[in-house]
Nanobody
Framework: VQLVESGGGSVQAGGSLRLSCVVS????????MGWFRQAPGKEREAAAA????????YTADSVKGRFTISHDKTKDTVYLQMNSLKPEDTAMYYC????????????????????WGQGTQVTVS
C-alpha cells in the first residue's frame, strides 16, 4: 500500500484547504484511514480518521466543526476538508492507513497505522 498526499499550501487565517490522499497497491484491503498532523516540537496527533466500511469517524476536538474527513471508494482517495483555518493548524499533515477490521474501535490511535505518506505542509498565517 502506498499513500500520496496533496493539497497542502499556505493560506491566511480563515481560509480553506482540501487535502487528498490517494491509495495505491492493495487499496481494497485498507480498513481505516487517518489524517495526522505534526507541528514543530510537538507530537504527531490525529486530526481526523475514518473507517472505510462506513459508520465510524473521528474528529479531534481542536478541529471539530472546521475539518471534515471523507472517503471516495471509487477513487481510492481520502479527503480532509479544512475550513476556518487558524495559525495553530500549521503543521505537516500525514495520511495514514491500516488493514485491520478492529481499527474502527480506536481510530485516533497512531500506533495502529502501518502505512504512511510523506506528508504535505499546511501553513496558516
Amino acid at each position: 500500500v502506498q499513500l500520496v498526499e496533496s493539497g497542502g499550501g499556505s493560506v491566511q487565517a480563515g481560509g480553506s484547504l482540501r487535502l487528498s490522499c490517494v491509495v495505491s497497491g492493495y487499496s481494497s484491503g485498507v480498513t481505516c484511514m487517518g489524517w495526522f498532523r505534526q507541528a514543530p516540537g510537538k507530537e504527531r496527533e490525529a486530526a481526523a480518521a475514518i473507517y472505510t466500511g462506513g459508520g465510524f469517524t473521528y474528529t479531534a476536538d481542536s478541529v471539530k466543526g472546521r475539518f471534515t474527513i471523507s472517503h471516495d471508494k471509487t477513487k481510492d482517495t481520502v479527503y480532509l476538508q479544512m475550513n476556518s483555518l487558524k495559525p495553530e493548524d500549521t503543521a505537516m499533515y500525514y495520511c495514514a492507513a491500516v488493514s485491520d477490521w478492529s481499527c474502527r474501535l480506536s481510530l485516533a490511535t497512531r500506533s495502529q497505522y502501518i502505512y504512511w505518506g510523506q506528508g504535505t505542509q499546511v501553513t496558516v498565517s
